[in-house]
């Protein structure tokens, strides 16, 4: 997909929405990935600069049931935990807010389940909180590295302690 393409593309869906799009509303509407947009003019805003259209700048922000029930359609619809790049195509919002909030996109299913089971939830969303249950023992966090210790080279002379931790 080259730039003219990307941007022709930009100004038919200002066109149809009486506005600039957003990132995730052009990338709904024409198919065209946000990596594409990204590789060609570095951010999406520089895009809709190009096509003399002015960036939303005001942030709508989005209620945590609504994240949560718009997360768990995707794992409802994929039958398994989503990757940041799946929920981006199928999600009808950003995953910063999910990642922002919990500090970590997988915190979001445990978080989920927490979520429903105190907010009554779980009748509804019965096949999503197996799903997490299921993958939960999988996505186990890796442990942080082992502290090393500086090697001792034997064969060379030593110059007194070590003073930084390799």
Same mark, same amino acid.
């Given at each position: 997909?080259?730039?003219? $393409?990307? =941007?022709?593309?930009?100004? &038919? @869906?200002?066109?149809?929405?009486? #506005?600039? *799009?957003?990132?995730?509303?052009?990338?709904?509407?024409?198919?065209? +990935?946000?990596?594409?947009?990204?590789?060609?003019?570095?951010? !999406?805003?520089?895009?809709?600069?190009? @096509? @003399?259209?002015?960036?939303?700048? &005001?942030? #709508?922000?989005?209620?945590?049931?609504?994240? !949560? #029930?718009?997360?768990? +359609?995707?794992?409802?619809?994929?039958? %398994?935990? *989503?990757?940041?790049?799946?929920?981006?195509?199928?999600? =009808?919002?950003? &995953?910063?807010? =999910?990642?922002?909030?919990?500090?970590?996109?997988?915190?979001?299913? *445990?978080?989920?389940?927490?979520?429903?089971? $105190?907010?009554?939830?779980?009748? &509804?969303?019965?096949?999503? =909180?197996?799903?997490?249950?299921?993958?939960?023992?999988?996505?186990?966090?890796? *442990?942080?590295? %082992?502290?090393?210790?500086?090697?001792?080279?034997?064969?060379?002379?030593?110059?007194?302690?070590?003073?930084?931790? @390799?």
């Amino acid at each position: 997909m080259t730039r003219k $393409q990307i =941007l022709s593309a930009i100004k &038919e @869906c200002a066109r149809k929405l009486g #506005r600039a *799009p957003t990132s995730i509303e052009f990338t709904s509407m024409t198919g065209i +990935t946000h990596y594409a947009v990204i590789a060609r003019f570095g951010r !999406f805003n520089r895009a809709l600069e190009m @096509c @003399c259209l002015k960036p939303s700048r &005001e942030r #709508r922000k989005v209620e945590l049931p609504k994240l !949560f #029930r718009d997360w768990a +359609t995707v794992v409802r619809k994929l039958k %398994k935990l *989503p990757t940041v790049a799946e929920y981006r195509k199928m999600g =009808l919002h950003s &995953e910063t807010p =999910l990642r922002l909030h919990f500090r970590s996109w997988l915190e979001v299913g *445990p978080r989920f389940t927490a979520y429903a089971n $105190q907010h009554g939830w779980t009748q &509804e969303w019965q096949d999503v =909180l197996q799903i997490i249950a299921a993958s939960s023992t999988v996505m186990r966090r890796a *442990p942080r590295h %082992k502290e090393r210790k500086p090697k001792l080279m034997l064969d060379r002379p030593v110059y007194g302690r070590v003073m930084h931790r @390799c």
